[in-house]
Nanobody
Framework: VQLQASGGGLVQAGGSLRLSCAAS???????????MGWFRQAPGKEREFVAA?????YYSDSVKGRFTISRDDAKRTVSLQMSGLKEEDAAVYYC??????????????????WGQGTLVTVSS
């Protein structure tokens, strides 16, 4: 399975950005059965949970109300619409896939596949 994230870039604080992640490869035919997630990692910090989607959606407290995760199973894509961006949102964002939808959405170790990351920079 390959996960290809895109959409990162430079945005001013308060602005918006949309990240996308496309799954490909033979096993990606099972995409609709996976829980998909977004994590981020800032320099010198651990990778942290941002949002996930399965039958429902999950958000970290730091992004709730500002970010929206969505998926298109037919296209095998997951997106993260980010609004009201803050400087502290700057990080490399990673999309991820968990085969076990019942595992913990916010646990980085419960994800089986990872994309390469896309950089989000927020300027003041």
């Amino acid at each position: 399975v390959q996960l290809q994230a895109s959409g990162g870039g430079l945005v001013q604080a308060g602005g918006s950005l949309r990240l996308s992640c496309a799954a490909s490869g033979r096993s990606s035919s099972a995409f609709s059965t996976w829980r998909m997630g977004w994590f981020r990692q800032a320099p010198g910090k651990e990778r942290e949970f941002v949002a996930a989607i399965a039958e429902t959606t999950y958000y970290s407290d730091s992004v709730k109300g500002r970010f929206t995760i969505s998926r298109d199973d037919a296209k095998r894509t997951v997106s993260l619409q980010m609004s009201g961006l803050k400087e502290e949102d700057a990080a490399v964002y990673y999309c991820s896939a968990a085969r076990d939808r019942q595992s913990t959405p916010s646990n980085v170790y419960d994800y089986d596949h990872w994309g390469q990351g896309t950089l989000v920079t927020v300027s003041s």
